[in-house]
């Protein structure tokens, strides 16, 4: 039923509600609902407004600055830039394999990236809308409010964060931007100091994480019928996976399972991915909407990113996420676990995963090995696919006999997607929303749909920014109705006509 | 025994030789004067200006001007450095300068010299000119976009290795540097990887391909210690001087 939504008949008939930007979300995005005269909604689209196109801008530079350049197009998640961009160029330079130390390096700085990126998201951007409901009053719906409630899951999410940007630190040599990979290797592995100095938190990290899946379990289980149905859709399944058939996150095979949990690919190289995927556009929207090719555009879209791998992959390497990956699943049932606020539940088990990663690579004698680079024939083709916080990202270059870059293709983890969040916000705007005058915190239940995915719209469109909210209902004269706006600070203001 | 010759240097006082520019005298006496295009291993060649000070009051280029006995030099000056901040900004502006892509982060001359002279921002309005990279040379790649045409490579191949390969070509803003091959390409020149001109580029025109970035940030040559210290990239180690 919501794909209906997606386009109105006689649009300039309706009432348009537009919520922009988005906020507790990375980047610039806007929702437009349009609404008939007994507020049915008619159609509801997630757009993004900003277009950068960091493809053309590196056309003609030098195939070893990518790792380097590319990462720029993002501030919330570079070194998953960084480091899709490093493997696509270990292909160029035709390093079949890292040395052990280079892969441990290169992995212990994703699991770093991985578990910052998802503390963030969990406790600055969505426990707000998750402790205190999706309605609660906006001037205390955000960090600092739970910061006043609840100051001790504040604290570890702050510490946490703070933990993954030490390591990223420590390996890069910054917390953003930094540079580690190189095409073959990388620059440097860890020295004994900074081995201990890790070592030292890590069961305090571990015991944190594991307090998180447990909050986030415990609101999920507490309305379970609510938040099993809320922005539920059915989709298809991406994501990597280890040849064991493991979560994995820096490197592995492409899998795709049908919305009943059934294959329709499975270990799949992912530099046959153009085989695989294709990317549709939209005129009304800069981000692109790919889907599966053997199933078509109109059904062949699916999802990536926590709750796709935490449904695709088989089991978990450690124990303590692998015990909560099979309560998770258990929801479930036989299928798939479909559930858009499920997202967030995965989402803190794969942090739970990432320490206990960091736990085991921490340990092992290769990470502060002095063998960083390996390197064979130069390649016109590089392909670099890698898990990144938000999902399965792709990296595509072909360079000419200069070295050069003639071409390049990025498929960022927001863009995989775009068709799922648009159908989310469908499902919300039609069974909560519909009928209704729209009021803020009916208006935030379309941001915590959208929010789940932790949709990084910088990367999307490769542009920044993030701003403070501002929603108008104009008429269908366009004459402006009702108009809400969220400073910086959290003030409300608000102006009839 | 004729009497040591000296200047003043802000308030040091410096001894120089016949035939000394105030630049020569003071890097002997450990001076730091900034600069760009000076190399004390050719000759001297004034275009940058990044070494301007005041000399007896006049504006010079200490790199081309004779030392004088009891000359008095103005090096630290803030209407010195402000001088030099302007001519620093307007290099930024004139190329195609993005310091965090560039493998010479780090180990970069005039990123260096922008710092020391606390370069905060560019200040002038951008040219973005169209240049280009040519990678066409199996070893060696220029990306024309960080070429500040302080002519040091066109110096080396021209007294070193004899081989003439580059020039400058244009006049006033329309000036750069070309390659003198066939095609203008640097791979149809017989330009090698051990040639001087390309060891002397202060910045991250001149680079070998296939590498970049392999000093951790917090190793590179400038990041732990000023210019001022430090002294010329191409003073140092190949190793040392890439980002
Ligand atoms: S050459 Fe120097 S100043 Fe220019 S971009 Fe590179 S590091 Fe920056």
């Known amino acids: ?497 | 025994m004729p009497e040591q010759q000296t200047f003043k240097l802000d308030s040091k006082t410096i001894p120089f030789r016949d035939g000394d520019t105030i630049m020569d005298a003071a890097l002997r006496a450990g001076e730091y004067i900034p600069h760009l295009c000076h190399n004390p291993e050719f000759t001297p060649h004034g275009s940058c200006r990044v070494c301007v000070v005041s000399a007896n009051g006049r504006h010079v280029s200490a790199c081309t001007q004779q030392a004088m006995n009891d000359m008095e030099v103005d090096n630290r000056s803030d209407a010195i450095m402000d001088k030099r901040r302007n001519l620093l900004q307007m290099l930024f502006v004139e190329g195609n300068h993005v310091c965090p892509g560039c493998e010479k982060s780090g180990a970069c001359q005039l990123q260096a010299v922008a710092y020391y002279t606390n370069m905060l921002s560019p200040h002038y309005t951008h040219f973005f000119p169209k240049r280009s990279v040519d990678a066409s040379h199996a070893d060696i790649a220029i990306d024309f976009n960080r070429c500040i045409l302080c002519e040091l490579c066109v110096r080396a191949s021209r007294d070193v290795d004899r081989k003439n390969i580059f020039s400058i070509s244009g006049r006033g803003i329309k000036a750069r540097l070309v390659i003198n091959s066939d095609t203008g390409k640097l791979g149809d020149s017989d330009l090698t990887a051990t040639d001087k001109a390309v060891h002397v580029c202060p910045v991250g025109a001149i680079l070998p391909k296939h590498r970049g970035y392999d000093k951790p940030i917090g190793e590179r040559l400038y990041d732990r210690q000023p210019v001022s210290q430090v002294g010329d990239v191409a003073a140092h180690d190949e190793d040392d001087n890439h980002g």
């Open chain 1, 1 to 497: 039923m919501s794909n209906s939504l997606e386009t109105a008949n006689q649009p300039e008939k309706l009432k348009r509600t537009v919520i922009e930007p988005l906020t507790r979300v990375e980047g610039h995005g806007k929702v437009t609902l349009l609404q008939d005269e007994d507020n049915n909604i008619r159609q509801a689209r997630l757009h993004i407004v900003e277009f950068r196109g960091f493809e053309k801008f590196i056309q003609g530079r030098p195939y070893w600055e990518l790792p380097v350049l590319v990462q720029r197009l993002c501030g919330i998640c570079p070194v998953s830039h960084h480091l899709a961009a490093a493997k696509a160029t270990d292909m160029l330079v035709g390093a079949a394999q890292l040395t052990p130390t280079a892969e441990k390096v290169r992995r212990l700085l994703h699991y770093g990236q991985v578990l910052q990126s998802h503390a963030l998201h969990f406790f600055h951007l969505c426990s707000p809308d998750l402790l205190f409901g999706f309605d609660d009053e906006v001037r205390h719906r955000n960090i600092v409010g739970v910061m006043e409630d609840y100051p001790e899951i504040a604290k570890q999410g702050v510490l946490l964060r703070k933990y993954g940007q030490e390591i990223i630190e420590i390996i890069s040599g910054k917390r953003i931007h930094g540079v580690s990979a190189v095409p073959g290797g990388v620059v440097k592995s860890l020295n004994n100091e900074e081995i201990q100095y890790l070592l030292g938190d890590i069961d305090q990290i571990t015991e944190w994480a594991v307090g998180a899946v447990t909050i986030m379990k415990r609101i999920f289980m507490e309305q379970l019928d609510y938040h099993q149905e809320f922005a539920h859709i059915d989709s298809n399944m991406l994501s990597m996976i280890g040849n064991d058939g493991s979560l994995e996150l820096y490197h592995g095979n492409l899998r795709a399972n049908d919305m009943n949990g059934k294959s329709i690919f499975d270990r799949v190289d992912y530099t046959d991915y153009q085989d695989y995927i294709r990317e549709g556009v939209k005129n009304w929207s800069y981000m692109k909407f790919p889907f599966i090719d053997s199933i078509g555009a109109e059904h062949g879209w699916y999802r990536v990113g926590p709750l796709a791998r935490m449904n695709n992959c088989d089991f978990i390497s450690t124990p303590l996420a692998e015990k909560e990956r099979q309560e998770f699943r258990n929801i479930g049932g036989n299928k798939p676990v479909q559930s858009a606020l499920a997202y967030h539940w995965a989402r803190l088990i794969e942090l739970l995963h990432c320490a206990e990663a960091i736990n085991g690579l921490l340990h092992d004698p290769d990470i502060s090995g002095d063998d960083l680079m390996n390197k064979g024939e130069l390649q016109r083709v590089g392909i670099g696919v890698l898990e990144a916080p938000r999902g399965t990202l792709f990296h595509h270059y072909e360079i000419d006999d200069d070295g050069l870059v003639e071409r390049a293709n990025l498929i960022v983890s927001t863009t995989n997607n775009n068709q799922a969040m648009n159908e989310s916000i469908r499902q919300v705007a039609s069974k909560y929303l519909s009928g209704n005058e729209l009021t803020e915190p009916l208006l935030n239940q379309i941001e915590v749909a959208i929010r789940a995915y932790d949709p990084c719209l910088s990367c999307a469109t490769h542009a920044m920014g993030k701003m403070p909210l501002e929603i108008s209902l104009v008429d269908s004269n366009n004459a402006l109705i009702d108009r809400i706006e969220k400073g910086s600070t959290g003030q409300i203001k608000r102006s009839n006509n």
